[in-house]
């Protein structure tokens, strides 16, 4: 898989033969839902936030399938945040009047639109992480971890509605700082961190610790 920035809101997504065998994926079934397509989709992402900077928190995303240069094909991912913005994609695309609205964002399920809400929080101390809980746990609604990794904790807050994370963040900012390459801090919890608190963090902490 290779990734190109095309500029700051879009990138080029090269897939070569074998990957799309790999997750059972063409041209034409690319806007199906099968969890292939779906991590073959959020690969691509961290592959894109990884080595081209480029963080799609907070924008939703217009995705179009284009032939390969040889084998494979290609993806044009581009972030929207405005109606303006999702109408010239609408219009540069090459499925024009063909184009249905489900296409419009890979993030048509409540999972994925969820997932752009994503946020972590590195705190350095534990008493911080409580304070952080007790502050916004009447205003958060969602799925919240709590790891540690080293000697810093990380809050994973995963909002039922992604549009109510800026509030949230601006309090959590008092007490943490921003994880910005989201997609590659979660991994990398994931893989070497430890779950203190796998679900309803913020709950616990302000029930329990605060």
Known sequence: MKIEKINENKIKVL??????????????????????????????????????EFSVDGAKLFVEAIPGQTEGFGMLITKIFSDNDLNLAVSNCSYKGRVKKRKLTPGRNECIKRALGKRIFRFCDFENVCQAASAVYRDFEGESTL?????SYYMLLLPTDSSSIIGIEKVMLEFSDKQSKT????????????IMIKENAVNILSEYFS
């Open 15 to 52: 897939i070569d033969i074998d990957e799309a065998k790999e997750w059972n994926v063409n041209i034409k079934n690319i806007a199906s839902n099968t969890p292939e397509i779906q991590e073959m989709f959020w690969t691509a992402l961290r592959l894109a936030e990884k080595d081209v």
């Open 147 to 151: 790891y540690k990794l080293e000697d």
């Open 183 to 194: 997609l590659i801090s979660h991994g990398r919890l994931n893989e070497l961190g430890e």
